[in-house]
């Protein structure tokens, strides 16, 4: 089975700017959580959803936001950036949340100039 | 909600002992633990639920205490392998899916 994939592996944008980052799941995987990493702060949660609905938000601005289509390929999307949001985002599957191994993509790099 | 984790960092000689500590300050429902290696991605090693359950996987256990609502990650006889980051990922009761991790100890382990 293919692992997870996000695109792109690394992006570079400007204060101001908007960005969308891209996961596929693995195949029959219906849960897709997305977390923001960086240095000192661990993997901070940012939302899961299941089969298209958002279950969970985690404590981040409303500049942040997702969506999940019926093949349960997920998007997140950034609005007007800042330099903090400068992360490792990583997106994760597994096959129902609750109780279910995460299996992590390798995650796209953003570097906000 | 995120659980805080201990020490932050721990280094070893090849062969010995170690524990990771992980607790909340709510009630809950499971821990995972994840280990992250350099410039790799998050890689699941075990899951415990409500109960007590002790896991194992090869030389790394874990045990999950639900009355503190605490959780220890055993590493015994460590390899130069087990270095890494190590994650613990708490879901609290009631609260819907969310996993929500610790800040992660550093191990490094020396030959």
């Known amino acids: 089975k293919a692992g997870v994939t996000q695109t792109p592996r690394y992006l570079i944008k400007t204060r101001g700017q908007q960005v969308t980052l891209s996961c596929s799941p693995i195949s029959g995987h219906r849960s897709v959580s997305w977390y923001q990493q960086t240095p000192g702060q661990g993997l901070q949660f940012l939302f899961e959803y299941f089969s298209e609905t958002q279950r969970n938000k985690g404590n981040f601005p409303g500049r942040f936001s997702g969506r999940q289509f019926s093949n349960s390929r997920s998007e997140m999307n950034v609005s007007t950036l800042e330099l903090g949001d400068s992360a490792l985002y990583l997106c994760?599957?597994?096959?129902?949340?609750?109780?279910?191994?995460?299996?992590f993509g390798n995650g796209t790099r953003l570097t906000v100039t | 909600q995120q659980p805080v984790q201990s020490p932050q960092a721990v280094i070893l000689r090849e062969g010995e002992d170690a524990v990771i500590n992980c607790s909340s300050s709510k009630a809950l429902y499971s821990v995972h633990w994840y280990r992250q290696k350099h410039g790799e991605a998050p890689v699941f090693l075990m899951i415990?639920?409500?109960?007590?359950e002790q896991k194992g996987h090869e030389k790394i256990s874990a045990s999950f205490n639900e009355k503190k609502q605490q959780s220890s990650l055993y590493l015994t006889a460590s390899q130069l392998s087990y270095s890494g980051t190590y994650f613990c990922?708490?879901?609290?009761?009631?609260?819907?899916?969310?996993?929500?991790f610790g800040k992660g100890t550093s191990l490094l382990v020396t030959p």
């Open positions: 994760a599957s597994s096959e129902d949340g609750r109780n279910s191994p995460l299996h």
């Open positions: 415990l639920l409500k109960g007590g």
């Open positions: 990922g708490t879901e609290i009761q009631n609260s819907g899916y969310a996993l929500n």
